[in-house]
């Protein structure tokens, strides 16, 4: 309790100061592998030209995922846990000075990936996304439920993938609402593109309410 306790007031601390620089922060989160960088890659691809985007990698070792990020002509700093199964609110304060949070309409938060301990977590973000990939099975809101009530929206990723997969949407999204009715859902492929319209149209007026002055609105 005393963790999550500090925790929650550095949390409150990060979100005033997003909310002073009209910076959209989005913490997204998923099991390992479920496509959160190639997501975010191909989110980056489809708002880069509108929006100013910066990215801050969550991973126990390595910077590939913020190279990877960079690649695509973004700012990106990774913060390495160091065998921590999630990132926190301090961890990401303590970095912040080394992005220009004045020059970003826009700020993804990659969480470490683990589909229980990032949903405890609160870093001060707007929003919280986390993705299920169609081959960790449609069981997992049941299994898994944390994550799923804390979640804004639900992108259900691999899509390309779902009948050999044997994923059952329908269940999956049945499951997810029984733990948050307002769960949005969108089902994707950051492979084949199917999807990414849906995921962008859901992102872009909480991004642009941010630039026409509604800071306030997500005041804790
Ligand atoms: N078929 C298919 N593969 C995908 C898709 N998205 C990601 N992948 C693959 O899934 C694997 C993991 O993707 P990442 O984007 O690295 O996943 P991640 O969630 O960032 O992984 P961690 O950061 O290690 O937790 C890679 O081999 C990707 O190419 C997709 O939409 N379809
Ligand atoms: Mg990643």
Redesign the pocket.
């Given at each position: 309790m005393d963790l999550l306790a500090a925790n929650d007031a550095v949390a409150r601390h990060n979100r005033a100061l997003f909310q002073r620089h009209g910076v959209y922060v989005v913490n997204v989160m998923?099991?390992?592998?479920?496509?959160?960088?190639?997501?975010l890659e191909a989110t980056v691809d489809a708002l880069r030209a509108r929006y100013r985007i910066g990215v801050i990698e969550g991973?126990l070792h390595t910077d590939v995922?913020a190279a990877r990020l960079r690649a695509r002509g973004v700012p990106a700093i990774q913060i390495n846990t160091e065998g921590a199964c999630h990132l926190t609110a301090e961890g990401v304060h303590t970095r912040l000075g080394e992005l220009d949070l004045g020059a970003l309409d826009l700020l993804f938060v990659?969480n470490?990936?683990n589909l229980v301990c990032p949903a405890e977590f609160d870093l001060g973000e707007q929003d919280r996304v986390m993705?299920l990939?169609v081959t960790e099975g449609d069981d997992k809101p049941l299994k898994y439920p944390l994550m799923f009530h804390k979640a804004t929206a639900l992108l259900i990723?691999?899509?390309?993938?779902m009948d050999p997969s044997r994923f059952d949407l329908q269940q999956a999204t049945q499951a997810s609402r029984a733990y948050n009715k307002d769960l949005s859902v969108i089902p994707?492929?950051?492979?084949?593109g199917v999807g990414m319209a849906d995921w962008v149209a859901w992102l872009e007026p909480r991004c642009r309410a941010v630039d026409r002055g509604a800071r306030g609105k997500w005041a804790s």
């Open positions: 998923s099991g390992p592998g479920a496509g959160k960088t190639t997501l991973d995922d990659e470490v990936g993705l990939s990723t691999k899509t390309d993938l994707l492929s950051a492979v084949t």
